[in-house]
Nanobody, 127 residues
Framework: VQLQASGGGLVQAGESLRLSCAAS????????MGWFRQAPGKEREFVAS???????????YYADSVKGRFTISRDNAKNTMYLQMNSLKPDDTAVYYC??????????????????WGQGTQVTVSS
């Protein structure tokens, strides 16, 4: 599985960006997927995730710091996951990574859960 993240850029505080993560593979709909970010000098941190279970349906999770501002979504027909980021803040500045793992797994908030990673896209929010 190969992941390609895109959509980063330089914006001012309060503005929006939409990140995309295009995935290869014929079983995209079965992947658990997530977004993580890493700021300079900091550890990689969880942003949002999407899990689809045959028993419990679709579940999305968000870090407290982005809840209400970011929305994760996916288009299985396009093998693409998105992260809509609104009301961006300077603290959101980081390299954003998309990640995936086969099947329905937990926890979805931990980097070690994921097997596949994209190359990252830079998001810079100026004040």
């Amino acid at each position: 599985v190969q992941l390609q993240a895109s959509g980063g850029g330089l914006v001012q505080a309060g503005e929006s960006l939409r990140l995309s993560c295009a995935a290869s593979g014929r079983t995209f709909s079965s992947y658990t997927m997530g977004w993580f970010r890493q700021a300079p000098g900091k550890e990689r941190e969880f942003v949002a995730s999407w899990k689809d279970s045959r028993w419990s349906g679709i579940s999305t999770y968000y870090a407290d710091s982005v809840k209400g501002r970011f929305t994760i979504s996916r288009d299985n027909a396009k093998n693409t996951m998105y992260l809509q980021m609104n009301s961006l803040k300077p603290d959101d500045t980081a390299v954003y990574y998309c990640a995936a793992v086969d099947g329905t797994v937990t926890p979805t908030t931990t980097p070690s859960t994921y097997k596949y990673w994209g190359q990252g896209t830079q998001v810079t929010v100026s004040s």
